[in-house]
């Protein structure tokens, strides 16, 4: 019943408040999204960084969502305020610098601890803030509005449907996953034929946003690709953070998505999903 009423809040709630910023708040290339993202690249790092040091992995809170930021944020200033692209290479290449700096002159009782505060930099600067980095390129693309629904109807139809069939037939084919061990065979084939759904919908409701680069393939037929490999992308998602957390020993991320756990429980599938929906995209449907 609790997993029930979580869905029906986010439908609800969380699915309209998306739907509104994307559709009704274009302006500045969709700057009202992009802090949306921002934000939630920040926050997400900041829970990644606090499992992190479950593992002595030592990543300050502060750095944490500096970095998390870096990415996203840099793409923001160059898409929505004409920034030059050399944003991203010069922040990431500031944020090594202080990496390296850090542990240079780290004192000698912690210079046993310096690879792993480095590959913790590292992995917070990655993990979320350059996948979350990918859906911020899509509010480039023309009619962005559209393309960007489409791929988050793409990752909530994955889930949605990957929770319903998982339990009307899962019960005897679960545990295939050992990070997920909850998860079954008849869930990862639901969320597969709810992504490729949302995506011929798409497709078909939607004909002047889509012009196909292939004329050997139907454009339906690239959308069911499109929708496969991208909610594909956003199951393993799902996994990779399942398996972090029980890495890490903690159930949730953090506490702050009511009924989600925490920011990094609620992108995780995004996060992964973005760059291969926006890969497909441009290669089927950019010219």
């Not at 990543?59 to 004409?82: D, M, Q, R, Y």
């Not at 590959?119 to 009619?143: C, D």
Request: aromatic residues 14%; proline residues 3%; glycine residues 8%.
């Amino acid at each position: 019943m609790k997993t029930v009423l979580k869905r029906l809040l986010v439908f609800f709630i969380g699915i309209p408040a998306v739907i509104g910023i994307v559709y009704f708040l274009p302006y500045c290339s969709h700057l009202a999204f992009n802090i949306f993202v921002v934000m939630f690249s920040a926050i997400g790092a900041l829970e990644f960084s606090i499992m992190l040091q479950k593992k002595q992995i030592l990543v300050s809170k502060c750095e944490a969502v500096i970095l998390g930021a870096l990415a996203p944020l840099s793409l923001t200033l160059t898409i929505s305020f004409n920034f030059s692209e050399l944003a991203l290479p010069v922040l990431i290449m500031a944020a090594a610098l202080w990496a390296l700096s850090t542990c240079a002159f780290s004192s000698t009782n912690k210079m046993e601890t310096a690879v792993n505060r480095l590959a913790g930099i590292f992995s917070v600067l990655i993990y979320p803030g350059f996948f979350m980095y990918w859906l911020i390129k899509l509010t480039s693309l023309e009619n962005a509005s559209i393309i960007i629904l489409m791929f988050l109807f793409i990752t909530f139809g994955t889930d949605s449907a990957a929770w319903l069939f998982g339990s009307l037939f899962g019960k005897n084919n679960r545990g295939i996953i050992p990070a997920s061990p909850n998860k079954s065979i008849a869930g990862y084939t639901g969320g597969a034929l709810g992504a490729m759904a949302v995506a011929a919908s798409f497709v078909m409701l939607f004909p002047n946003v889509f012009s196909s680069r292939f004329e050997f393939l139907p454009i339906v037929a690239e959308a069911l690709i499109l929708g496969i490999l991208t909610g594909t992308a956003t199951a393993l998602g799902d996994m990779a953070e399942s398996a972090i957390k029980r890495s890490c020993d903690v159930k949730d991320s953090g506490k702050l998505m009511f009924g989600r756990g925490g920011v990094l429980d609620s992108i995780d599938s995004v996060a992964f999903g973005a760059p291969v929906f926006y890969l497909l995209f441009h290669l089927f449907f950019i010219a």
